[in-house]
């Protein structure tokens, strides 16, 4: 297992040694990898090198380094996607060969908050629907959902069906059609509302997605925050030079 020397700086042989092993399954997901002195022994560098090695490792999500524990091995996302396009989740499950679903949870109509007014230019007698929903993959909850939207947007009878996409019925009138969403991305550790209806632990890492959703003409129509499971899903842009 000894790094044999090359060009490159030793902290990157250390990095391909150890995306190997995982890849072979000498160190399996979830599994706590050795004690540095026991890996920098093993391979044959410093513990310096070696840190350096996990340090770069940990910020490619390929471990995770837990304070008093250990190091252990991050599961691969089962889920990847590019986000310059608006894509549902329903066909990123769909691509990671899974049966996409949905659970209801709950739906309640509100006045509208100055925020609201703001968001989606309504009017104070207007009402906002909340919708709280769960994502699962092959009956495995993934994501929670979180939409807000002006309630007349939407047939009367959307909560009643529940199981209808969100984006169909709010272009079933042909009055919108959902051009395009601003996207923020915040990671987030255990939260108290998600983590345990995502059936997450302390140690599972959220990623939250808060997307305004506009129509062709630059009006939002739905505001959503997505709590998406970080050890399922991954997220990259494609940056072009301009």
Known sequence: MTIKADHRHLYLQVIDRLKSDIEAGIFKENEKLP??????KSLGVSRATLRE???????ENVIVRRHGVGTFVNPKPLFTSGIEHLSSISSMI???GM??????LKATEHVPSEEDLKRFQ???DDKILTIERVRTADGEPVVYCIDRLPASFLPTDFVEKKEVSLFSALEQSGKIHVAYAVTYID???YHEQASPILNCGRETALLVLKQL???DHDQV????????RADKFSFHVVRKRV
Not at 53 to 59: G, Q, T
Not at 221 to 228: A, G, P, R, T
């Open 35 to 40: 004690s540095e002195f026991e890996l920098s």
């Open 53 to 59: 090695a996990l340090r770069l490792l940990e910020e």
């Open 94 to 96: 769909e691509a990671a």
């Open 99 to 104: 049966e996409p679903g949905s659970r209801f």
């Open 122 to 124: 309504c009017d104070g």
């Open 187 to 189: 990671p987030v550790g």
């Open 213 to 215: 959703h506009y129509d």
């Open 221 to 228: 129509v739905l505001y959503s925050k997505n709590y998406f």
